[in-house]
């Protein structure tokens, strides 16, 4: 982390020295936000913390990239050899990118069979195979020696790559998936012929049963290229089916091609995410530090009338603006640890702290009410310094008309926030009554009683 600290403030540097410093948040919005702290300070800290975020979020994504690059497992290995799989799981498929003598690029899907077993083995499958076929073949029927649905005349023995073929030495009795078309009068003898394949290996077995009373789209053409690489693939394949290891060919038909592997774009991927990510840190800091300043206005809004309430009070007890102002911030300060920062408040210690060093009332007043940019503000600082010129005969009831009215522009603004409130409840509310209908409604249609 101290490497990542120590990056993060030799690029604000130099970003410092080309004048860039406020990459995150403003001179002016920083004095707003951070009053009576080292604005400067708080500059820095939110510029180096935005640049050391940026540089973590892309250094984890580079190296996320990196394990994937190196992790990732290749299928194509030596002299252009693919894996088989295990005898019993089915065909492997690879996606491979072909690469022609003359120039010409394309990805071809490679699938090879599954790795062949010994005759030994394929025996122990056959038997396998057998026995799953008698328990399939019955369908809804209890028993072979009483038949009266039809029968399931299976195609394949699923998990196994065995294949069947159906002959019958009585025509007409079952259609081709094994369908009953015939039904005899008394109990009638048919023998079945279940041919299993496995590879260039079969077994023909007789399926006895007693009958009691009571269809591919055309793939399409393929161009002459695609066919003879599928065709060098299936020779390829079948050379030595027991082998683990299968070698795809490098020519067909008298062009030769190089075979490798597709590019892995997911690290890209997460990469260019990653820098995207990096990249939002920004505008998210400042979306963050604009919902900052509004809500130092809303409170600094809220708490102006008690500000001119309490100014009215200590003026009439008789005590100076610098008095009540001063009197003011004491009590703000003993207050402030159980009623957290207040800007308003923190904005008039500033200006106390600037009568304290023998600046003038009237300009501490002005300075006040453009450092808070905010009107009502404006206003008060107004009545304070033009009392500093006049006298103080007319102050008292000008403070007064604006206490009622900051009393009900808080008003109107607690009336606003709760019509905001109330939309924003609308759609959870809508949701609510679509539930509740559906509950009353589903189960009059479905003929559920309660």
Not at 224 to 234: H, L, N, Q, S, V
Request: charged share 30%; with cysteine; hydrophobic share 40%.
């Amino acid at each position: 982390m101290k490497l990542l600290s120590k990056l993060s403030q030799k690029i604000y540097d130099r970003l410092e020295q080309k004048g860039r410093i406020d990459i995150v948040i403003s001179k002016e919005t920083a004095e707003r936000l951070f009053v009576n702290e080292d604005a400067d300070k708080q500059i820095r800290n939110k510029g180096r913390a935005l640049i050391e975020t940026m540089i973590l979020i892309v250094f984890a994504t580079t190296v996320i990239c990196v394990i994937l690059l190196l992790a990732g497992k290749r299928v194509l290995g030596e002299d252009n050899t693919v894996l088989r799989a295990p005898a019993g799981e089915g065909d492997k498929s690879y996606d491979l990118e072909l690469s022609v003598a003359n120039g010409e690029r394309g990805n071809v899907m490679v699938t090879v069979t599954e790795q062949e077993v010994s005759a030994e083995q394929t025996v122990s499958i056959f038997d396998a195979a057998e026995e799953v076929l008698f328990r399939e073949i019955k369908g809804e029927n209890a028993s072979l020696d009483q038949i009266r649905d039809s029968l399931n005349l299976i195609d394949k023995i699923e998990g196994m790559k065995v294949t069947v073929t159906w002959e019958a030495d009585k025509e007409g009795f079952f259609s081709k998936n094994g369908r009953l078309r015939i039904i005899p009068t008394e109990a009638y003898s048919v023998t079945l012929y279940a041919t299993l394949h496995y590879f260039d290996r079969i077994r023909r077995i007789p399926v006895f049963v007693t009958i009691v009373p009571p269809g591919e789209t055309d793939p399409g053409k393929e161009d002459e290229r695609t066919k003879r690489i599928e065709e060098a693939i299936r020779t390829a394949d079948g050379k030595n089916p027991e082998d683990e290891k299968v070698t795809l060919p490098e020519e067909a038909g008298g062009e030769e091609f190089e075979w490798s592997e597709p590019a892995d774009k997911r690290p890209l991927w997460l990469l260019f995410l990653g820098f995207a990510a990096a990249a939002m840190v920004i505008p998210r800091t400042r979306s963050s530090l604009k919902n900052e300043e509004k809500k130092r206005r809303e409170q600094m809004e809220r708490d102006y009338p008690e500000i001119i309430s309490k100014l009215i009070l200590l003026l009439t007890a008789g005590m100076t603006c610098s008095g009540a102002w001063k009197r003011i911030c004491n009590d703000y300060l003993m207050a402030k640890q159980r009623i957290g920062k207040r800007y308003a408040y923190e904005e008039m210690l500033c200006s106390l702290r600037e009568l304290e060093f023998g600046k003038s009332e009237a300009s501490v007043y002005e300075s006040f009410g453009n450092r808070t940019g905010i009107l009502c503000y404006k206003r008060l600082s107004a009545l304070l310094s033009r009392n500093l010129r006049r006298g103080s005969r007319e102050i008292l009831s000008l403070l007064d008309f604006e206490a009622r009215e900051a009393y009900e522009a808080r008003f109107e603004a607690v009336r606003k926030k709760g019509e905001e409130t109330s939309t924003k409840l609308l759609l959870p509310m809508m949701g609510m009554l679509v539930i509740v209908i559906a509950i009353i409604v589903v189960p009059a249609f479905m003929g559920i009683g309660f």
